[in-house]
């Protein structure tokens, strides 16, 4: 079992920045891939940055590219995501999540998800 905690969100005015933190629980941290995801108002969850277990491969949404990084802390059992450059279209919760292939040959990922924290931009 992973204990997933997300942190760090906030009311932050366009144009500034934030950095959310994601610890999670468990000896088995750095065999995990990691993932911000983000939920607006009346909208679907939505993908927002991944990591591999290593660090060595990231990916964004378009949307985000060149304003948001997301990295990881196998030491500390955490992962970031520092966000920059902040538009009122950033306003949402956003989630953690957590994932490992499963230990049955050709079954689904293990994953957890976080509580979420909710981040604000003011225009």
């Known amino acids: 079992q992973v204990h997933v905690v997300e942190s760090g969100g906030g009311l932050v005015q366009a144009g500034g920045s934030l950095r959310l933190s994601c610890a999670a629980s468990?000896?088995?941290?750095?065999?995990?891939?990691m993932g911000w995801f983000r939920q607006a108002p009346g909208k679907e969850r939505e993908f927002v940055a991944s990591?591999?277990?290593?660090?060595?491969?990231?990916y964004y949404t378009d949307s985000v590219k060149g304003r948001f990084t997301i990295s990881r802390d196998n030491a500390k059992n955490t992962v970031y995501l520092q966000m920059n450059s902040l538009k009122p279209e950033d306003t949402a919760v956003y989630y953690c999540?957590?994932?490992?292939?499963?230990?049955?040959?050709?079954?689904?990922?293990?994953?957890?998800w976080g509580q979420g924290t909710q981040v604000t931009v003011s225009s």
């Open positions: 468990g000896r088995t941290f750095s065999s995990y891939g």
């Open positions: 990591i591999s277990w290593s660090g060595t491969y990231t």
């Open positions: 999540k957590a994932e490992t292939p499963s230990t049955v040959v050709g079954g689904p990922p293990i994953v957890y």
